[in-house]
């Protein structure tokens, strides 16, 4: 996101969060005496785990490394635990905080451990209660720095600097996000004592949140430094997935597509999602869904008539075009704008999950999504208006652990010959490499 909606059910739940030594406890020991957990990959338009399929049914919770890093530990487990209580299975944070009075990176290529053990600290404990993780390198947006922090580091060191998205272009700035790049991949954690390359805790990485290079309406520029990046990343780590990080814009190479877009801008923003995601080392497609925000008259009808549109469109794109599994990385509704009610949040929440649900059961290319974003209690402070403590929203925590019930039997139900035939075969025959080709 720019930092510029059962009872008994969900009241059984809630006591968990509230009373919960005994089986949080449980929980956790049957977590640690699971066997070591197999890489994610990936085969077709779907996700495999050790040749099962692995859905997503996550949420984003940005902060973790910092309030871990500087005595705040309990809301990073007590946010874990709540999630991992309902199911839920990734999440998507930060692995950036480029200067400023926390900062992970300080200046360029020099860390703060504290902030590094913070980072991790969020890893073991992760692994701890279930929940795989996408880390983020670097921000589009000026919060925790960014790419607007990068430029001023070149600024500082002499560059000839005329915009922010010289970050796309410059070669020492692009040297600075490498080194960046360098230094979480083949950090060693200094809790478990894995290099972040090698753990399976990882479900993948993420260039960059959100990328926009409005200087360069035609895209070229960002889809030169993403082939560029996706290609060091891969050279360093071939292993882990490897995503973008894109809200979905459609671009230049598909103007019919265009107007599919929330805003005649969003299409001029640099950003060109089939193209984009056509990158060599890309593994999967990402799309954020703000309708709230984007959809500007509060009108629920149209913001959900939107948001089932812009879904089923990158869906097909993922399907019959990229061939990869496509993840909506974030969506929410903001308590902050006109129209909001929780009747509406909930009704979007469903809307989301019925909708991959239905390219699940086929076999399709809908891989999962993350809600923007999950809090608990004590973090309100950095609360964007989007947040959700699922320890006071019974109907959501409901809405969230029937979405992981339902994914869980759809994985235990499925055997390889379902995996295997009907359209996914079509999908994987089409788009399989030679060196990807199916286990036997």
């Known amino acids: 996101m720019a930092i510029s909606s059962f009872m008994c059910c969900c009241m059984n739940m809630l006591s968990c ?39 997503i049914n996550g949420f984003n919770t940005y902060w973790l490394m910092v309030l871990s890093a500087y005595e705040r530990k309990k809301e990073v487990t007590k946010v874990l635990h709540q999630a991992s209580s ?38 073991s404990e992760a692994k701890r209660f279930g929940i795989r993780l996408i880390l983020s390198f670097v921000n589009n947006w000026n919060a925790f720095g960014g790419k607007a922090q990068y430029v001023n ?95 979905g814009f459609y671009g230049y190479s598909n103007p019919d597509k265009m107007l599919l877009n929330p805003s005649r801008c969003a299409g001029e923003g640099g950003t060109d999602f089939i193209r984009n995601h056509q990158a060599s080392g890309i593994d999967f497609a990402s799309v954020h869904m703000y309708p709230d925000s984007w959809i500007k008259q509060p009108d629920s009808k149209a913001r959900l008539n939107f948001g089932r549109t812009w879904m089923q469109s990158h869906i097909d794109d993922a399907d019959n075009v990229l061939g990869m599994p496509v993840v909506f990385g974030e969506f929410g509704v903001s308590r902050k704008h006109e ?35 999950l809090f608990t209690e004590g973090t309100e402070n950095m609360d964007d208006g989007y947040a959700v403590n699922l320890a006071k929203a019974p109907s959501v925590s409901h809405m969230l652990a029937l979405q992981s019930k339902r994914l869980k039997n759809l994985v235990t139900k499925s055997s390889r010959k379902w995996f295997w035939s009907g359209k996914n075969k079509n999908l994987l025959n089409k788009f399989t490499t030679n060196h990807e080709e199916p286990q036997k």
């Open 17 to 55: 969060f509230s009373n919960s030594k005994g089986r949080n406890r449980t929980h956790a020991m049957e977590i640690m005496e699971e066997k070591e957990w197999g890489m994610v990959g990936k085969r077709g338009c779907q996700f495999v785990v050790e040749d099962k399929p692995f859905f």
């Open 86 to 123: 309902v199911g839920l299975n990734v999440c998507r944070t930060w692995a950036f905080y480029d200067a400023g009075s926390r900062a992970l990176q300080i200046t360029p290529g020099v860390y703060n451990e504290k902030v590094f053990e913070g980072l991790d600290f969020v890893l």
């Open 153 to 247: 580091w070149g600024r500082d060191a002499g560059l000839s600097i005329t915009c922010d998205d010289d970050f796309f272009s410059d070669p020492t700035i692009k040297g600075y996000y490498k080194a960046h790049v360098k230094a979480i991949l083949n950090r060693v954690n200094t809790i478990t004592n894995v290099m972040y390359k090698d753990d399976p805790t990882i479900f993948a990485w993420e260039l960059i949140n959100e990328p926009r290079c409005p200087s360069d309406p035609s895209g070229d520029k960002l889809q030169a430094w993403i082939e560029e990046m996706a290609s060091y990343v891969k050279s360093i780590d071939p292993v882990h997935l490897l995503e973008i990080g894109e809200e």
């Open 339 to 373: 129209g909001f009610s929780f009747s509406f949040r909930d009704t979007f929440i469903n809307m989301v999950h019925q909708t991959l649900l239905r390219s699940t059961k086929k076999g399709g290319s809908g891989a999962g999504s993350l809600l923007w974003q």
